[in-house]
């Protein structure tokens, strides 16, 4: 199986700290934010890479190249423009190929096996879940018996981790350009075909400086 990292984020709340590194780049308990994903799937037997880039990614590739340094290949899916989570898969579905691929969010931190991580029979997607956290109001998926659904007003759920496997055939009925995956998502959910799985371990959304702090707190721990 392949995996793409989604590495084309600005990172705008993270200034003035992403002023001139890409959030991916930014270390975490002595290295790259990304570089703990990369590490993590090479673990679980997964060395065939692409991972997208924009706001500074020429310092991505710079840093990584093609991977054999850190045991694994990478394929660079460089955007001139931003296409949003969707079209940035999109563009890189010719790297992919046909068969289910791991997406992995470039900036999240979170501790994840993802041997054993598999996209059941009939379905389009399968996520990954956490508890939601504390600046987050809304869940984004209600998870029963390994079967997700969009949730209903007052319906308690949990949040997309950023950690899921996807097949190309989500994307079908899409065009080049900029999109979101959510929407995508979440009507996979109201065909019965998304899927997912709860992780209780730690997660975090590295979106401001003070949840980069709070990854390194974690990453020395672990």
């Not at 579905?93 to 931190?109: I, K, R, T």
């Amino acid at each position: 199986m392949k995996a793409m990292i989604l590495a084309a984020g600005k990172g705008e709340r993270m200034r003035p700290l992403t002023l001139h590194t890409p959030k991916p780049l930014l270390p975490v308990a002595g290295k790259p934010l990304i570089q703990w994903h990369i590490e993590a799937l090479r673990a679980a037997g997964v060395t065939d890479l692409v991972i997208n880039h924009a706001w500074l990614g020429e310092q991505l590739e710079q840093h990584f190249a093609a991977g054999a340094a850190l045991g694994v290949s990478i394929q660079w899916s460089p955007e001139g423009e931003p296409l949003e989570t969707g079209g940035g898969i999109f563009k890189a579905l010719g790297l992919l190929g046909e068969q289910p691929f791991l997406l992995v969010n470039g900036d999240v931190w979170v501790p994840f096996e993802f041997a054993g991580l598999a996209l059941p029979d009939g379905m389009l997607a399968h996520l990954v879940l956490v508890d939601n956290p504390e600046f987050k109001t809304t869940a984004d998926f209600v998870l029963v018996d390994g079967a997700l659904s969009n949730p209903q007003p007052g319906e308690q759920g949990l949040t997309y981790s950023g950690l899921a496997v996807l097949h190309p055939k989500l994307f079908e009925h899409e065009r080049a350009g900029a999109f979101a995956l959510a929407p995508l998502l979440r009507r996979a959910a109201d065909t019965g075909r998304l899927s997912g799985e709860y992780f209780a371990g730690p997660w975090v959304d590295v979106g401001t400086p003070a949840r980069l702090a709070d990854a390194e707190r974690l990453a020395q721990g672990s």
